[in-house]
C-alpha cells in the first residue's frame, strides 16, 4: 500500500491497481506522485485500474489534462472509474471519461463489487 497527499493506492488480489481519491484538493504534483504510484504497483505487467472517486473534489483543468488517456494506456489494461451513485457522481464520471478518452476498456461503476468483477476479467 502507499499512501500519498490525496490517495490511498493498493495492489488487490494480485492483479488490480486501486487508487483510492481523499477529499483534497489536488495539484499538479499530487496527479505525478498519484500516477507513478499506481504505474509502480502495476508493473511491470499492465494490470487494470479502478480510481474511487466517490470522496474526491472536482479537478481543476491542469490536473484532469495530467490524468488523460495516453497515461494510462501505457500503464493500464483497463480503467474502472467508481462514483458517487448519484446524478452529480455520473456527471463527473461522464465528464473525465469524455476528457480522458482512454485508449484501454474503461467503464463507471456506482458498485465496487461490480467495477472489480470486471476489471478482474480484463487482466
Not at 88 to 114: C, H, T, W
Request: charged share 25%; aromatic share 6%; proline share 7%.
Amino acid at each position: 500500500m502507499v499512501e500519498t497527499r490525496t490517495a490511498v493506492i493498493e495492489l488487490v488480489e494480485e492483479c488490480i491497481v486501486v487508487a483510492r481519491i481523499g477529499d483534497q484538493a489536488q495539484t499538479l504534483d499530487d496527479a505525478h506522485e498519484n500516477l507513478a504510484a499506481c504505474m509502480r504497483l502495476a508493473a511491470p505487467d499492465r494490470k487494470p485500474l479502478m480510481v474511487d472517486i466517490r470522496t474526491a473534489r472536482p479537478l481543476v483543468p491542469e490536473v484532469r489534462h495530467y490524468y488523460t488517456g495516453e497515461h494510462l494506456d501505457v500503464a493500464f489494461a483497463a480503467f474502472g472509474l467508481l462514483v458517487r451513485g448519484s446524478p452529480v457522481g455520473q456527471m463527473m464520471g461522464n465528464f473525465y471519461l469524455k476528457v480522458a478518452r482512454p485508449g484501454i476498456p474503461a467503464r463507471i461503476f456506482s458498485d465496487e463489487p461490480k467495477a472489480l468483477t470486471w476489471l478482474r476479467a480484463r487482466r
